[in-house]
């Protein structure tokens, strides 16, 4: 067994499952550490591991039936395969988790996920290099391949370890820094600063006489690194956006080996832990003996073996074990690991597709499939490059391979569209050949549809903006817009407008005490909880509800933002997230009505038994999450304006935060 395997086991048996603690102690005893390291690694005291620790071993004994302590639980374990009974718990395990933490496959994968497949021996080698003194790592992989989340887990690692750590993205900084070294340089140091919480002190280190680049090497050597006590992991992501502009990068990447270099001779260079990321190969002329990309640790991350996605589909609770699916999505989409997640959350999550894998695959290659917002971004991209279009087309249409100008081969892989061996391009996998084939077929119109395309793009992009990415619920412009809207509608009609106002109580105590990430999720639970309840409310009633769908024609085909769900007509309801932890519920219904849907709102959310203790802080309206909710109800006249009713639900919400929470006032 693995680790992973012992660990999935002891969650899927206690009722309780593990608490973060008890799963590091486990993982750090598997790897022979001692409990002064756990608890160093941890921050806990050496007695508090120790009792968690003999807890964890009595739950071991217990479960295999054999005495199993900190010196042979992984000689006792490891030798061992799961049984069938255990697999099946597994299996039953990853499938309720997976009906209650599916992620949607955009950005890089959390810490905490039970979603994330390590690549071996990627991990362990970036976790290695990070601990020698003066390392540089250079990461190269084609977007939506797993940069980010591998960088996630490397500055994770180097955080357990006590390292400073800096993330910085080229993407972030103005095109005006790029007009010269030295503004460049200064940026770089100026960002380093802030992120170390530094006062920047660059006139004091920067020397006109002396050059841009020796000022910013001192600026590290005398200022930076020796502040800090232990050492300071820098990422520089985005590392493409610098080769852009020739001058720059030829100065700057030999910079960057040289700091290398001299860790090899100056102590306190040593300190230094690079990790450069980037996505295509470097057409500026450099010396190998110039180049950053041919010294310390190259990592190009694969695609995932037929064993990974299997392992993958399982925890997304798929029964995947005779191969045929695996083979189906494989042969479409290789193993690319973006597209083989989107997959599998469109089949067991709400992509209505009720894990027909056939079906998925059968509308992949069409403008209806889930891979078409994806893939419409490469369309666009090429559109904009017609050569780069016109030998793309070239690779798609070959029956074998086909060799390509170096340049032109280079973005194309960059890209992730093609596979290069050598000097010959074949398309990345199945999706792209079926897809680009047809979106691709008329290379010379693509210069007469490109203004259509750009205003289709461009209502796309304004109808996106009216999304709160986290939540998926209107945003707080799209609410004032149709607040507007609905005011001007209920002028007409004598009807009365009211408006529910949602204040999760304490949650900016929540986010300190148990992270953002937690809050995040609770912010996601308690939007779908109120949402249910609009909808539950006005499908037993007979009023009818449409919350806030908004539709938009987007590359020729009709597309529905999923800010909330609509019905055929276009009753009045707006689901939005107001503001950071606020919700708000506009609705042309009576005060009545709206109380009711408040405090069903009030106690859904209750119910939802989100933990939350505040070690220290008494008072609290319950051991759980609460909302308060402020209600106000009016019939709007054109000589009174919208934010009249938005005053009065503010001072009804203020009133019920006043008087104890988890409540809600009536305005």
């Not at 989340?149 to 900084?173: E, M, Y």
Request: hydrophobic share 40%; aromatic share 10%; proline share 4%.
């Amino acid at each position: 067994m693995t680790i992973d395997e012992v660990v999935l086991l002891l969650k899927a048996s206690q009722i309780n499952g593990l608490t973060t603690l008890q799963e590091m102690i486990l993982r750090s005893s598997w790897e022979g550490k001692t409990y002064t390291s756990i608890a160093f690694e941890a921050h806990y005291g050496g007695e508090r591991i120790r009792k968690v620790a003999s807890h964890l071993w009595q739950l071991l004994s217990d479960f295999w039936q054999e005495p199993i302590h900190k010196s042979n639980f992984r000689k006792t374990l490891e030798p061992r395969r799961l049984s069938k009974a255990h697999q099946q718990l597994i299996k039953e395990f990853n499938r309720a988790a997976t009906a209650i933490s599916l992620e949607f496959p955009n950005g890089p994968v959390s810490l905490n996920s039970r979603f994330y497949i390590p690549r071996p021996p990627v991990e362990e080698l970036a976790y290695a290099e990070i601990a020698a003194p003066g390392s540089v790592i250079c990461i190269k992989a084609p977007k939506k391949m797993g940069k980010s989340s591998l960088i996630l887990r490397v500055l994770a690692r180097a955080t357990n370890q006590g390292f400073r750590t800096v993330s910085l993205d080229f993407q972030q900084a103005d095109k005006a820094v790029f007009t010269s070294l030295d503004k460049f340089l200064r940026w770089l140091c100026a960002n380093v600063s802030r992120e170390l919480q530094l006062e920047p002190k660059l006139n004091d280190y920067w020397h006109e006489d002396m050059g841009s680049k020796v000022s910013c090497s001192i600026y590290f050597q005398r200022y930076l690194l020796s502040a800090l006590k232990s050492p300071l992991v820098l990422v520089l992501n985005e590392v493409d956006w610098v080769f852009e502009y020739p001058e720059i990068a030829g100065e700057f990447l030999p910079l960057v080996r040289s700091w290398y270099e001299q860790a090899k001779m100056v102590e306190i260079w040593q300190k230094l832990r690079l990790v450069l990321v980037y996505s295509r190969e470097i057409l500026v002329p450099l010396k190998l003996t110039q180049s950053p990309f041919n010294i310390g640790l190259p990592i190009q991350l694969p695609t995932f073996t037929k064993e990974q996605v299997l392992d993958l589909a399982q925890r997304h609770g798929l029964d995947w074990a005779n191969g045929k699916d695996i083979e189906s999505l494989m042969a479409v989409v290789g193993g690319h690991p973006y597209l083989v997640r989107l997959a599998l959350y469109h089949l067991v999550g709400r992509g209505g597709l009720e894990r027909n894998l056939q079906q998925l695959l059968a509308e992949a290659v069409t403008t209806s499939g889930i891979y078409h917002e994806y893939l419409r971004q490469y369309v666009l991209a090429l559109q904009e490059e017609p050569e780069l279009a016109s030998a793309f087309y070239d690779v798609i249409n070959a029956t074998n391979y086909v060799r390509l100008e170096p340049v032109l081969a280079y973005k194309l892989q960059s890209m992730g569209l093609v596979n290069l061996e050598g000097d010959r391009c074949t398309p990345a996998c199945e999706l792209y050949r079926l897809y680009f084939r047809e979106q691709l077929n008329s290379i010379a119109d693509f210069a007469a549809v490109r203004v259509d395309q750009l205003q289709k793009e461009n209502q796309y992009l304004r109808a996106l903006s009216s999304l709160d990415e986290l939540t998926q619920l209107a945003n707080h412009r799209y609410f004032h817009t149709y607040l507007q809207i609905e005011w001007q509608r209920s002028t007409r009609n004598g009807n009365p407008l009211s408006l529910i106002l949602c204040d999760i109580d304490y949650f900016k105590i929540y986010n300190k005490t148990y992270g953002r990430e937690a809050g995040d999720h609770c912010l996601r639970q308690i939007a779908n909880a109120i949402l249910n309840c609009v909808q539950y409310s006005f499908s037993h009633s007979n009023i009818s509800y449409a919350s806030s769908t908004i539709t938009y024609q987007a590359h020729g085909a009709c597309e529905t933002s999923q800010i909330a769900y609509s019905q055929n007509q276009p009753s009045p309801v707006l689901v939005a997230r107001y503001g950071g932890e606020e919700f708000a519920v506009l609705t042309q219904t009576d005060a009545k009505t709206a109380a009711y849907i408040a405090e069903q709102i009030r106690q859904q959310v209750k119910a939802l038994a989100i933990k939350c203790e505040y070690p220290g802080i008494g008072g609290l309206p319950a051991t759980v999450l609460t909302v308060s909710a402020g209600v106000a109800s009016m019939i709007p006249q054109l000589e009174i304006e919208p934010i009249t009713l938005v005053n009065a639900a503010e001072q009804a919400l203020s009133q019920a935060k006043r008087t104890g929470r988890d409540r809600l006032v009536l305005g």
